[in-house]
């Protein structure tokens, strides 16, 4: 079920090509059929993405490639907000854009889109984990617990935080089983005020529709922001594919396996940035890219190997889109322990991908740690050589569920 759009272009946009004919899509294409109030979850998520994407792009300084999964950071919060209540509990949602749904809506929505996501795709392997992780000798409401796993299927394990090396150990395999070793880690220590830590880990494998051949994978220039270029390793093909153009970017879509798992690659045009790219990043404008797609023959894509890893604390992004109070000594999140002396410490995000001629592999990680407050159809060629900083973004045809979206400034970084 796609989005409802909200406006349309004030100009029509005339692309080189044949718009996308029923007829074109795969047999073997599987469509999930959602409720109303999955699809509004779904339609949240994605607008919580965009916006919380925006911010980790502006103030990165560290990294010059990103990449954050919404689904995995939207599934650890709202593990977590069933545990909220009062004036937490209204913050949270408004920062996760889910006011209007109850909180059995939002669970049971959670659960349908989970499982509607695995099993799609035999091309594609998807696994989606939760788990909760807690002080052995703290106290948890018995609700809280049998919400989340009723609904996210999560691991519920009793820990001796003060045996830390060992309470680090089983956190942190967990993150690596459920990663398929991609991730290895994601808490580093525990002090003595935290009590609990509520864990998401996304696992992704996709195989291109049509792969690349390696054979035509070469050495082609890259060019950085600074005007600098780098000789990286860029795969080639002539293609009939979904395109789009308009004065900020051009785009393609590359379906994997029975194109229910697609990557959309955005590419600015020159003179445009990536900033200028994440600053249009809503839902609004989405749905409008989306729809201006259309199957065109003769791209030529020059497309860069790459592979990376990227980790961030999420606290200065969440804080900003309103949900403080959650991370603050006022927060009440005595749906986790009746004392009311709970807040998040942190919420952490770490992700990995790597994109070669056979497809793609890409996993995240998002812990929240609980503390306690302390006292075209045309003959010419099209060309999209992806040879400057590019925006991706991979999702779920049917829903439209954005599983990973980021951004490439240089791929020969690790």
């Not at 100009?11 to 074109?24: D, K, Q």
């Not at 270029?229 to 379906?255: G, I």
Request: proline residues 3%; charged residues 25%; hydrophobic residues 40%.
């Amino acid at each position: 079920m796609k989005l409802k759009s909200f406006f349309i272009l004030l100009a029509v946009l005339f692309i080189a090509g044949c718009s996308l004919p029923e007829n074109t899509i795969r047999k073997d294409t599987k469509t999930i059929n959602i409720t109303k109030q999955t699809a509004r979850l779904i339609e949240a998520e994605n607008d919580f993405g965009f916006e919380l994407f925006q911010h980790v792009f502006s103030s990165e300084t560290r990294y010059e490639n990103i990449m954050v999964s919404p689904l995995s950071v939207s599934l650890a919060l709202a593990m977590t907000y069933n545990g909220a209540d009062g004036e937490t509990k209204a913050a949270m949602g408004k920062a996760l854009k889910i006011q209007g749904l109850t909180p059995q809506e939002i669970n049971n929505s959670y659960f349908d889109l989970i499982n509607s996501l695995k099993s799609l795709d035999p091309k594609v392997l998807l696994e989606i984990a939760n788990a909760i992780f807690y002080r052995d000798d703290f106290e948890v409401e018995s609700k809280f617990m049998s919400i989340n796993k009723t609904y996210y299927d999560s691991e519920i394990s009793a820990l001796d935080f003060e045996a830390q090396l060992q309470a680090l150990k089983t956190i942190n395999g967990w993150v690596t089983e459920k990663t398929h070793d991609k991730i290895q880690s994601i808490i580093d220590r525990i002090s003595p005020q935290q009590v609990m830590f509520l864990v998401n880990a996304i696992y992704f494998k996709g195989t291109w529709q049509k792969e690349f051949n390696e054979d035509r994978t070469k050495k082609l220039p890259f060019y950085l922001e600074n005007g600098e270029s780098v000789k990286t390793e860029t795969m080639q093909r002539l293609d009939t594919l979904p395109y789009m153009s308009n004065d900020l970017f051009s785009a393609v879509k590359l379906p994997y396996g029975t194109e229910n798992y697609n990557m959309y690659i955005f590419l600015p045009e020159k003179g445009k940035t990536l900033q200028e790219i994440a600053g249009k990043l809503n839902k609004d404008n989405w749905e409008t890219w989306m729809k201006n797609f259309q199957l065109t023959e003769r791209v030529d894509i020059k497309f860069p190997r790459f592979k990376y890893s990227y980790d961030v604390n999420l606290n200065d992004a969440l804080t900003k889109m309103g949900m403080g109070i959650a991370l603050s000594g006022a927060a009440d999140f005595s749906g986790i322990n009746k004392n009311r002396n709970l807040h998040i410490d942190f919420v952490k995000h770490k992700s990995f991908i790597e994109v070669n001629e056979e497809g793609t592999e890409a996993a995240a990680v998002t812990s929240v740690g609980v503390r306690m407050v302390s006292i075209g159809n045309s003959p010419k060629t099209i060309p999209f050589h992806v040879n400057r900083p590019f925006f991706y973004a991979i999702t779920e045809k049917s829903t439209d569920a954005v599983l990973f979206m980021g951004t490439v400034k240089n791929p020969q970084l690790n």
